[in-house]
Every structure is written in C-alpha cells, then in structure tokens.
Nanobody, 126 residues
Framework: EVSLVESGGGSVQAGGSLGLSCAAS????????MAWFRQAPGKEREGLGG???????SYADSVKGRFTISKDNAKKTLYLQINSLTPEDTGMYYC????????????????????WGQGTQVTVSS
C-alpha cells in the first residue's frame, strides 16, 4: 500500500525558511512522479513543484527562486525547501505521487496524482 507522510511544518516569521519532508512507503519512488501542493484557507489546492522519474524538476512560476524540491530515492523521501517566507505562503502543504510515464511535464494538475499525504501546516506571521 502506497503511503505518504509529510512533516516539517510549523509557525515561522516572515522572511524565514522552512524545510518540509515527505516520507514514502509501499513503492519505489524512482518510478513515480511526485509533487508538492499547497492549499490556503478558502482557496483551491495549487501545485508548487514536482519531479518526474528522470529527476527533472518543474516549478510553478509563483514560487520559482524561493522553493526548491529535491528527492532521495534511497531514503524514499521528497523534500521542499522554502525560503523568504511570506504570510501568503500560509497553508496546508501536501505531497502527492503517481506512477510516472516517461516524457511528461514534472508538475501535473491535482487530478493526475492518485496518492496523497495528510498534509503539514505552515503558518507564516508578519
């Protein structure tokens, strides 16, 4: 059974940094597309960035330069480093995964991903 568990969220001051982790189990992440999403209160879930099975990374334009995704296949863990946090980064952060065909864009819409974690909350105060 595929399982994703996010961790690392918390409350931080604006301008700070935070590192999130997504621990996967039940499958080999090397053959999966994985991504990070965020959902703010009252808003739709938005894609932040993702990676494919050949370790290509794609990011949403809104987070390029501040968000960095990395993956450790041996540890079965996906990471998200967030720098220069602003209150607008507040929300629930989710990790997602799906079996990954070759040749697709590394960040796909919400509907593409079959497996989701429970989320980790990030709150940024000004």
């Amino acid at each position: 059974e595929v399982s994703l568990v996010e961790s690392g969220g918390g409350s931080v001051q604006a301008g700070g940094s935070l590192g999130l982790s997504c621990a996967a189990s039940g499958y080999s992440i090397s053959s999966y597309c994985m991504a990070w999403f965020r959902q703010a209160p009252g808003k739709e879930r938005e894609g932040l960035g993702g990676t494919d099975r050949v370790n290509t990374y794609s990011y949403a334009d809104s987070v390029k330069g501040r968000f960095t995704i990395s993956k450790d296949n041996a540890k079965k863990t996906l990471y998200l480093q967030i720098n220069s946090l602003t209150p607008e980064d507040t929300g629930m952060y989710y990790c997602a995964a799906q079996v990954c065909p070759y040749g697709i864009i590394a960040l796909q819409p919400v509907s593409f991903y079959q497996y989701w974690g429970q989320g980790t909350q990030v709150t940024v105060s000004s």
